[in-house]
């Protein structure tokens, strides 16, 4: 083989697991970092070299949900039988990410895309989950179960970590859990081919180009191990998920070997993430929000990211912890999110949970791991009912109740499926019309009253 680095040597799988279930089940000491034995080295969700893989499905050969021009049937098929010139057009940038040639030809050798990513990339799915459906997949006994035995099992690793970067545990933990199951579902993709396929190939290669190169600087480098450097369609590898560009700024080698290694060492694992959420702004000892009571008088035009009012003024506009719990910190600032309008429970979110999005931004996975960590550190379910009596508006219904709004002559802007903060706004206005509860809250009934039933 061309050698791709500095080479590393590796333990056999079965042996590092026994041992390292040994020494933490002997309560063995991790610290210091630079003489922890190979007991926390580990493959979590990793696909051993001699595992025969399931034949992946093949593209549809139709063209994208998004009408991309990129994506389109004909575009796609052009683009991949240019695939072998794109690759090789890319040996420049490479080597300014110091990828030797060696490295290069060796890793890019053979390469073939996965154009069943082209399906992927585009597949929009007629139903979206509600957020109480989606806690439902993720939030379950099995996972808190699982979660706690986790956190006792590497109490030291989560220790040091802990003290190194003030991110609360049952945070770290949370992500672990929710992004792969603890490393159980990370994914069986080479990422190398996916990163390098979405290089060259559909309506995102700009964005994947960065991604494939420094995906090839993590092989050439050794960093982590190629025949474990399998992840999600998209790129996103290890049991909580980095992206190569994420793996780059953030990971960090604190087991001490020389190598920032993601996916099969615990520690390196923990403080990367860690790492990732200090520098995007985690604030130590401080919640990440709060399960609170929305009074149906309150002007719901408030419930928006923007409006970061404190705990106190929150307080004084009717809404208040559930059970009446006081707020330990009552001048910390937070932004009111009621998901399912005023049918289900609220939440003040603090600037941690800003911080969780940018990890993944959509509002109902930050909730997910603020409530899963809750719960991994011996918190209740949510008090308040979730509305399960609503159905979920398909993107066809949504994409209905934004004409129909405009019909009754509200601004929702361009109608695209959406429900933004215009669309939101649109509906409030509707229910304030009919004399219902303002909440903005598109639900099934609300889309009947929209089309006369």
């Given at each position: 083989?061309?050698?791709?680095?500095?080479?590393?040597?590796?333990?056999?799988?079965?042996?590092?697991l026994?041992l390292?279930?040994?020494?933490?089940?002997?309560?063995?000491?991790?610290?210091?970092?630079?003489?922890?034995?190979?007991?926390?080295?580990?493959?979590?969700?990793?696909?051993?070299?001699?595992?025969?893989?399931?034949?992946?499905?093949?593209?549809?050969?139709?063209?994208?949900?998004?009408?991309?021009?990129?994506?389109?049937?004909?575009?796609?098929?052009?683009?991949a039988?240019?695939?072998?010139?794109?690759?090789?057009?890319?040996?420049?940038?490479?080597?300014?990410?110091?990828?030797?040639?060696?490295?290069?030809?060796?890793?890019?050798?053979?390469?073939?895309?996965?154009?069943?990513?082209?399906?992927?990339?585009?597949?929009?799915?007629?139903?979206?989950?509600?957020?109480?459906?989606?806690?439902?997949?993720?939030?379950?006994?099995?996972?808190?179960?699982?979660?706690?035995?986790?956190?006792?099992?590497?109490?030291?690793?989560f220790?040091?970590?802990?003290?190194?970067?003030?991110?609360?545990?049952?945070?770290?933990?949370?992500?672990?859990?929710?992004?792969?199951?603890?490393?159980?579902?990370?994914?069986?993709?080479?990422v190398?081919?996916?990163?390098?396929?979405?290089?060259?190939?559909?309506?995102?290669?700009a964005?994947?180009?960065?991604?494939?190169?420094?995906?090839?600087?993590?092989?050439?480098r050794?960093?982590?191990?190629?025949?474990?450097?399998?992840?999600?369609?998209?790129?996103a590898?290890?049991?909580?998920?980095?992206?190569?560009?994420?793996?780059?700024?953030?990971?960090?080698d604190?087991d001490?070997?020389?190598?920032r290694?993601?996916?099969?060492?615990i520690?390196?694992?923990?403080?990367?993430?860690?790492?990732?959420?200090?520098?995007?702004?985690?604030?130590?000892?401080?919640?990440w929000?709060?399960?609170?009571?929305?009074?149906?008088?309150?002007?719901?035009?408030?419930a928006?990211?923007?409006?970061m009012?404190?705990?106190?003024?929150?307080?004084?506009?009717?809404?208040?912890?559930?059970?009446?719990?006081?707020?330990?910190?009552?001048?910390?600032?937070?932004?009111?999110?009621?998901?399912?309008?005023?049918?289900?429970?609220?939440?003040?979110?603090?600037?941690?949970?800003r911080?969780?999005?940018k990890?993944?931004?959509?509002?109902?996975?930050?909730?997910?791991?603020?409530?899963?960590?809750?719960?991994?550190?011996?918190?209740?379910?949510?008090?308040?009912?979730?509305?399960?009596?609503?159905?979920?508006?398909?993107?066809?219904?949504?994409?209905?109740?934004?004409?129909?709004?405009?019909?009754?002559?509200?601004?929702?802007?361009?109608?695209?499926?959406?429900?933004?903060?215009?669309?939101?706004?649109?509906?409030?206005?509707f229910?304030?019309r009919?004399?219902?509860?303002p909440?903005?809250?598109?639900?099934?009934?609300?889309?009947?009253?929209?089309?006369?039933?």
């Amino acid at each position: 083989m061309v050698p791709m680095g500095p080479t590393r040597s590796r333990t056999p799988r079965g042996f590092i697991l026994s041992l390292a279930v040994a020494a933490l089940a002997a309560g063995g000491n991790l610290t210091p970092v630079a003489a922890q034995p190979k007991a926390d080295r580990l493959v979590t969700g990793s696909i051993p070299a001699n595992t025969k893989m399931p034949a992946a499905k093949p593209w549809s050969g139709e063209s994208g949900a998004s009408g991309h021009p990129e994506m389109t049937a004909e575009a796609i098929r052009a683009a991949a039988d240019d695939f072998p010139r794109c690759i090789q057009s890319l040996w420049p940038q490479a080597a300014r990410h110091g990828v030797s040639r060696a490295s290069f030809e060796t890793l890019t050798n053979g390469l073939k895309p996965d154009l069943r990513l082209m399906d992927l990339m585009d597949s929009q799915p007629e139903f979206t989950k509600s957020f109480w459906d989606y806690l439902d997949v993720l939030i379950t006994d099995a996972r808190i179960q699982k979660g706690r035995e986790i956190l006792e099992k590497y109490r030291p690793v989560f220790d040091r970590v802990e003290h190194a970067y003030g991110v609360d545990r049952h945070i770290l933990a949370a992500i672990w859990g929710v992004e792969t199951n603890y490393g159980t579902l990370a994914g069986d993709r080479p990422v190398l081919r996916s990163v390098a396929t979405l290089a060259c190939i559909g309506r995102r290669q700009a964005y994947f180009r960065d991604e494939f190169l420094i995906a090839l600087e993590i092989l050439h480098r050794r960093d982590i191990a190629p025949e474990h450097f399998v992840g999600s369609w998209a790129g996103a590898f290890g049991p909580t998920q980095f992206m190569p560009r994420a793996f780059k700024r953030f990971a960090v080698d604190f087991d001490g070997d020389g190598h920032r290694d993601t996916v099969d060492s615990i520690p390196d694992m923990l403080a990367s993430t860690a790492n990732m959420m200090k520098k995007n702004g985690w604030q130590a000892g401080h919640s990440w929000g709060y399960e609170v009571v929305v009074p149906a008088t309150l002007d719901f035009s408030l419930a928006d990211k923007a409006r970061m009012l404190s705990m106190r003024q929150w307080e004084q506009l009717g809404v208040h912890r559930v059970n009446r719990a006081a707020f330990p910190r009552p001048d910390d600032h937070a932004f009111l999110l009621v998901p399912a309008g005023v049918q289900g429970p609220g939440f003040l979110m603090t600037h941690n949970f800003r911080v969780i999005m940018k990890y993944n931004p959509a509002e109902a996975y930050a909730l997910a791991i603020g409530h899963l960590a809750d719960r991994l550190r011996g918190g209740g379910a949510f008090v308040q009912d979730w509305p399960r009596y609503e159905r979920v508006l398909s993107r066809a219904e949504r994409l209905e109740l934004q004409q129909l709004l405009a019909n009754h002559g509200f601004n929702i802007g361009e109608p695209d499926g959406r429900l933004g903060g215009e669309t939101r706004a649109a509906i409030r206005a509707f229910q304030s019309r009919t004399g219902r509860v303002p909440d903005g809250f598109a639900s099934a009934s609300v889309l009947d009253m929209l089309r006369g039933r």
